[in-house]
């Protein structure tokens, strides 16, 4: 079993930054896919970026411009800066692991491995 463990989050001004980090326990298949994703009470969890085992990356529209996904495959890590913070941005944020990387995906179902959230809270 892979467990993975986010940092980062915390509460900004609107217009802030932070940088989320999420370490892989044991090591996946190297070609493995990650995943951030996010959800607020009530509503389901919404993917917002990801990237391939050949650093190809997709974004949620939502966070296109402002948000930028990495990964070290080296250390079974990547990470999620976030640029101009908004309010709306507020929500728990989640990574997720695809262990044999199908190409990018903000889709849930795709991903094996999920951390335990870590909050992000944006006030105006």
């Known amino acids: 079993q892979v467990h993975l463990v986010e940092s980062g989050g915390g509460s900004v001004q609107t217009g802030g930054s932070l940088r989320l980090s999420c370490v892989a326990s044991?090591?996946?298949?190297?070609?493995?896919?990650a995943g951030w994703f996010r959800q607020t009470p009530g509503k389901e969890r919404e993917g917002i970026a990801s990237?391939?085992?050949?650093?190809?990356?997709t974004y949620a529209d939502s966070v296109k411009g402002r948000f930028t996904i990495s990964k070290d495959s080296g250390k079974n890590s990547w990470y999620l800066q976030m640029n101009t913070l908004q309010p709306e941005d507020t929500a728990m944020y989640y990574c997720?692991?695809?262990?044999?990387?199908?190409?990018?995906?903000?889709?849930?179902?795709?991903?094996?491995?999920w951390g335990q959230g870590t909050q992000v809270t944006v006030s105006s």
């Open positions: 044991d090591n996946t298949h190297k070609n493995f896919c």
């Open positions: 990237i391939d085992s050949g650093g190809d990356t």
């Open positions: 997720a692991a695809e262990d044999y990387c199908h190409g990018v995906s903000l889709d849930q179902i795709r991903y094996d491995y």
